[in-house]
């Protein structure tokens, strides 16, 4: 099961400070997403031990991946000098079945 959970709020200068050190920035993101888990298998204890957490994606993720603006999870102008990217949808390592697409 993949879970994805949107904040609404950007705490991007929060996020920007944390990013200044490696180290305490994966642990609050770990300390997120660890929390998050914590939320859904008390909400839903037959969860409990079947949730992994993969990763947390922060405004700083998606400024990195996405070119997005002080880490907007919906970027929609392009800024001069931004880098176009793309994606197959194909992932490595899975098996990439054939989905609907809505």
């Not at 997120?32 to 914590?38: L, T, Y």
């Not at 990763?55 to 998606?62: F, G």
Request: positive net charge.
């Amino acid at each position: 099961m993949i879970c994805s959970i949107n904040q609404f709020h950007s705490d991007y200068d929060r996020w920007d400070a944390l990013a200044e050190d490696p180290k305490s920035y994966r642990r609050e993101k770990s300390r997120i997403g660890e929390a998050v888990i914590q939320a859904i298998e008390a909400r839903f204890p037959h969860m409990k031990g079947k949730l992994r957490l993969l990763d947390v994606a922060t405004p700083k993720t998606y400024e990195r991946y996405c070119n997005a603006y002080r880490g907007a999870f919906m970027s929609f102008l392009p800024m001069v000098g931004g880098i176009m990217m793309s994606h197959t949808g194909r992932i490595k390592g899975l098996q990439n079945e054939k989905t609907a697409v809505y």
